[in-house]
Every structure is written in structure tokens, then in C-alpha cells.
């Protein structure tokens, strides 16, 4: 996970401070740290593994699914029609993104059955957290860009 901040941090978008490479150890030191608090805070406040376990296969499987997705939305909105040349496209993306969120419909259902709302709720609420922050960290980044220039 530490690696992908490095990859975006290069990219510029994410924190490039989180991206850094420790020269000693070639080891992203601070983005380490971060996913380190991040987990020691789930497994202090998640009460089972297996909630722990179905709260990131949530996050994963609903951004999995916006993630393909988003090869339509780049294909109509940004007129790329030889973005995708394998056979079969449309099919497996549309078979991927059906089977994918009837996965995420059952494990949510299971838990709703149950009447136990929290993990869903906070799976949701920690990747649209995300998605704020990334915005939120955008329009700072572009400010502070555009003021260095």
C-alpha cells in the first residue's frame, strides 16, 4: 500500500511528502507510518476480524467497481474509442461490474438481515472520506501551485 502513495506521490496526486523514499532504506518511512495508524486504529475500534475483514472487502469491492466503471466513462467522455482494444469489451466489464456488486448486495444483505448497520455504514463512510480528502487535498494543491508559479 505504502508503495502506491509513492507511485501517486510522484504523480502529484497525493501528499508528496507521504511518497518519499528514505535514502538509508528506500522504504517510504512516513507513508509506512500512516497505514500503520490507520490499521492500529481498525483493529482498536472493529470487534471482530471478520468485521475488520468484511469492512475493507466493502471498500475494496464498491471502489473496484467505480474503478471499472470509469474505463466507460473515459471511453465516452474523452472521445477515446481505441482506449480498449480487447474483444471483448463491452461484455467483460458489464459481466465484472454485475457479478462484482451482486457479491457486494449479499454481503451487505447478510448484514442488514442481522440488523447490523455499522459496518456498512462506516465502509461507506471511510471511502467517501477519502474521496473528500482527495478533493479537499486537490484544491489546496492546485492553490499552492498556481501561488508558487
Known amino acids: 500500500g505504502s508503495r502506491i502513495q509513492v507511485a501517486m506521490s510522484r504523480d502529484r496526486l497525493f501528499i508528496e511528502k507521504l511518497g518519499h523514499l528514505d535514502p538509508k532504506t528506500n522504504t517510504p518511512v512516513l507513508g509506512i507510518w500512516m497505514q500503520s495508524m490507520w490499521a492500529l486504529c481498525m483493529i482498536l ?25 470509469s474505463v466507460f466513462r473515459v471511453k465516452k467522455h474523452h472521445n477515446k474509442p481505441h482506449l480498449i482494444p480487447y474483444l471483448s469489451y463491452p461484455l467483460a466489464p458489464i459481466v465484472y ?27 461507506f463512510l471511510s471511502a467517501l472520506a477519502g474521496f473528500i480528502l482527495y478533493e479537499i487535498w486537490k484544491k489546496f494543491k492546485i492553490t499552492t501551485d498556481e501561488h508558487h508559479r
Open 97 to 123: 461490474i454485475a457479478t462484482t456488486s451482486l457479491i457486494l448486495v449479499l454481503i451487505l444483505g447478510n448484514y442488514f438481515r442481522e440488523g447490523n448497520y455499522i459496518i456498512p455504514f462506516f465502509a
Open 45 to 69: 475500534f472493529v470487534s471482530k476480524e471478520s468485521n475488520l475483514l468484511n469492512f475493507s472487502f466493502i471498500c475494496i469491492i464498491a471502489l473496484s467497481i467505480l474503478t471499472i466503471y
